[in-house]
C-alpha cells in the first residue's frame, strides 16, 4: 500500500462540520414536517433555523476556500473512466475487480464523485439554501410583493432535503467501497489516503 496526503486540514474540517450540520438539520427539518415528535416543534424549528445559519456561513467560507486555492478544479466534470467507474459500481466492486481510477492529490474525485458533488453544489445547496430563505423570510417577502406561495416553497424545500438524504445515504454507502471498509473513512479524519501501488501489483 501507497499512503498519499490527499485532504487537507480545512477540508477535513469543513467535511465533518458539514456532515454533522445536515444530520441536525435533517433530524429537526423531518420533525418539523411532523414526521416524528422528539424535541417538540418549537425547540426543533429553532434548532433547525441555527443549524441553517451555521450550515450557510461554512459553505460561503468553504466556496472562498475553493475558489483561493483552485480545488474548485476538483469539481470540473470528465467523462474519462466515466463508463469504466459505472462498471466497476455495478458490478466489478463484488467481484473484486481493480479499481479503475487512481487517486492523486490533484485528481481526488473519480469521475462519477465529480459529476455528484457537483450536482450537489450546484443543484442541491442552492434549492436547500433558497427555499429555506424564502420559507424564513415568507411575510417579509411577500410584504415587498413577490407573490410567493408558501405551499410551493415548502415542497422545493422538502424535494431538497429528500435528495441531500438520498446524497448522505449514497455518501456513507461509498465510504464503505475503499481497499476495507474504514479506509476512506480514516482518510477523512487523518488526511491520509492508503492506495494500491501498481507496481506492486505488477510484481504479484
Known amino acids: 500500500m501507497e499512503r498519499i496526503y490527499i485532504f487537507k486540514r480545512f477540508e477535513r474540517f469543513w467535511h465533518w462540520s458539514q456532515a454533522l450540520l445536515i444530520i441536525l ?8 414536517h411532523g414526521t416524528y415528535t422528539l424535541l417538540g416543534y418549537g425547540d426543533a424549528s429553532e434548532l433547525h433555523t441555527s443549524a441553517a445559519w451555521a450550515l450557510i456561513a ?7 476556500w475553493h475558489f483561493t486555492t483552485g480545488e474548485w478544479r476538483q469539481y470540473i466534470p470528465t467523462t474519462e473512466n466515466l463508463v469504466a467507474m459505472l462498471r466497476y459500481y455495478l458490478s466489478g466492486i463484488f467481484t473484486h475487480a481493480p479499481h479503475p481510477f487512481r487517486l492523486t492529490q490533484l485528481r481526488k474525485h473519480n469521475p462519477l ?7 450537489v453544489k ?6 436547500i439554501w433558497l427555499s429555506g430563505l424564502a420559507y424564513l423570510y415568507y411575510n417579509e417577502i411577500n410584504a415587498a410583493g413577490l407573490g410567493l406561495d408558501l405551499g410551493v ?3 422545493l424545500h422538502t424535494i431538497g432535503a429528500f435528495l441531500m438524504l438520498g446524497f448522505f445515504i449514497v455518501h456513507v454507502y461509498v465510504i464503505t467501497t475503499g481497499h476495507t471498509w474504514s479506509s476512506h473513512l480514516k482518510a477523512m479524519i487523518t488526511g491520509w489516503e492508503e492506495i494500491e501501488d501498481p507496481q506492486a501489483g505488477a510484481k504479484s
Open 25 to 32: 438539520m435533517m433530524v429537526t427539518g423531518f420533525e418539523i
Open 58 to 64: 461554512l459553505w460561503v467560507f468553504a466556496i472562498f
Open 113 to 119: 464523485q465529480r459529476l455528484a458533488y457537483l450536482n
Open 122 to 127: 450546484l443543484m442541491i445547496n442552492p434549492l
Open 153 to 155: 416553497v415548502a415542497v
